[in-house]
């Protein structure tokens, strides 16, 4: 059996890792791992293929930046010739990245059957583009691996045939229990001087946070008083950067340090020692659930609900007064001892296993329910 495993974006890398290592092991399975080159920069790409582990890609499209049709078109044009090439059985995409989308779009039309890792997960805000990807990439897939059970009835809820559904758990969470104590060698939080400190981490890049040039200032003075409690690392995203410049806002300073993209190992070495994270990603709700670090996501709305109901996470409005309060109340509730790590059903470490499986298993099955 022969599979073609494609990723573009950041948050990919770290899913694709335990899926290809379990898939090492099984003899007669051929893996080709394409990446589309949605993110480029040494410090959004590269480093993540190091921290991970992971082999060079086979084929690398290089489509880089551009609008959502420039980039979405650009990946389906050079990823057609890549299944011609490779005639793979199974095309496995991964989360809700523009990528995602597009590789499926090119696999359904050639009749080459696709499964999608982190199916199912349903934020219900439209304007999000990773939702527009999440609904038609499980539209088009034959095989829909779930992170958690929301996930399964949300897909049954939308129709989808339960015996194309299988709950596998979260590859994320895979990389995150297995590079944990390589992490914490990495020494960040000494490099930056927050050692046995109470310190936030930050990250913001969403286009509905960043965008708007009011949002961003009111999220901008949020880190201004939460840098009055404690020193704040914001790992700051190209996107951010470009907009704070564009908008000529004034970064804030001092106890806020602004930094640029950090690899994987540097961040889950500073989510593991920091005192609150406040965050846009998807990625980082699900990891402070695994360790017990409180969240704050700045988002009207959250695909990964049990990262509430069974982890750390929260949402708050992307205003400053909003988060001034969140970031009380979560203090004195952290004072309070009350955060324990979450961790979902699935959450396990085994998740990579269980697609590699779920692909084997399907092998016939799949075809039969279309
Ligand atoms: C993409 C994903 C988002 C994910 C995020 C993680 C989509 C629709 N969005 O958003 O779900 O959370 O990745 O980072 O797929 N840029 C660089 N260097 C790079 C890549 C991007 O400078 O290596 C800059 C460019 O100015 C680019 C902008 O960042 O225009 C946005 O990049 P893009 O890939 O379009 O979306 P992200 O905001 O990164």
Redesign the pocket.
Known sequence: MKLVHVVG???NFMKVAPVLRAGQSIAGLIQVLVHTG????PA??DSFFQDLGLPAPDENLGVG?GS?AE?TARIMLAFEPVLDRHSPDWVVVYG???STVACALVAVKKGIRIAHVEAGLRSRDRGM??EI?RILTDQLADLLLTPSRDGNDNLAAEGIPPARVRMVGNVMVDTLLRLRSVAAKRGMPERLGVKGADYAFVTL?RPSNVDDRDTLSELLGALEDLGSRMPVLFAV???TR?RIDEFGLTAPNGPVRLLDPLGYLETVNLVDGAALVLTD??GLQEETTVLGVPCLTARPSTERPVTITEGTNRLVASRRVDINAAVTELLARRAGGSFQPGRPEGWDGHAGERVISALLESRTTVTATT
């Open positions: 974006a950041r948050p949605q993110h480029y920069d959004m790409s930046s959502h980039q809700d990245v523009n583009p990773e990807n890049h995203h190209p996107r470009r990603s998807g």
